[in-house]
């Protein structure tokens, strides 16, 4: 029997994947099944479960796979800004052009949703998106020190606070553009973005501002108080 060249198992299983990204973005994770995958991607039965023995691990391993690989493409684009604050809109352009590229193919960016509604129940899946979520505050974080180190920014900035917020931001767009549906405009979404870049970027020479304090109260919509008094009553 030939042996199979290793190349042949990347492609096979690139395939794979982009068939899983396809069906799980259309159908949802529940809803679609091995079989959606085996009919869409061409490919046998016996083939898919080779590289894959559930549809649980083919799930992770098609985010695990997308954040790699988008990273590693980021990563090649940023030494073309010559400033901070160019290499900052690099990124968001670049996480725009990623939702622009999974839309194309089918998936959009709702795998990511369905990522975080497996998140609860799948610890696999939490897991990868504890590591996406680090990866992409790093490359935040990196580019702000890089930014206080030249000038650009001031020292007073909580570099870790402003990374994870930010890419939380650019998730929350995300679920904007899906919301929008049809409507959705790549524009809107640049602008939105932009926005709060272009604040950071005021900051430049402005003083640290005094302490926000944040108040909290319980809070409990009032159906849902009438529901537990009633429990409470019985």
């Known amino acids: 029997m030939p042996r199979v060249s290793q190349q042949h198992e990347q492609q096979v299983r690139q395939r794979i994947l982009v068939a899983a990204l396809c069906e799980f973005g259309e159908r949802g994770f529940h809803h679609a099944t091995m079989q959606d995958i085996v009919r869409r991607s061409g490919l046998s039965v016996g083939a898919i479960y080779t590289y894959f023995k559930s549809k649980d691990e083919l799930f992770v391993a098609m985010c695990d796979s997308t954040v790699e690989e988008t990273i590693d493409a980021l990563a090649a684009r940023l030494p073309a800004g010559s400033s901070v604050f160019d290499k900052l809109a690099i990124a968001i352009g670049f996480f725009l052009d990623t939702v622009d590229a999974f839309t194309s193919i089918g998936g959009g960016a709702s795998f990511l949703v369905h990522a975080w509604a497996e998140a609860d129940q799948e610890a696999p899946v939490r897991e990868m998106l504890v590591r996406r979520r680090e990866q992409i505050v790093t490359v935040g974080r ?93």
């Open 142 to 234: 990196m580019l702000l020190q890089e930014g206080i180190a030249r000038g650009e920014l001031p020292d007073w900035l909580d570099v870790d606070a402003l990374a994870t917020a930010y890419t939380a931001r650019l998730d929350g767009l995300t679920l904007v553009g899906l919301e929008e549906g049809a409507g959705y405009k790549r524009a809107d979404a640049e602008r939105r973005a932009v926005s709060i870049l272009q604040l950071l970027m005021a900051t430049a020479s402005a003083p640290k501002p005094d302490s926000v304090a944040m108040p909290s109260e319980p809070y409990v919509p009032g159906w849902m108080a009438e529901h537990l008094q009633h429990r409470q009553a019985s």
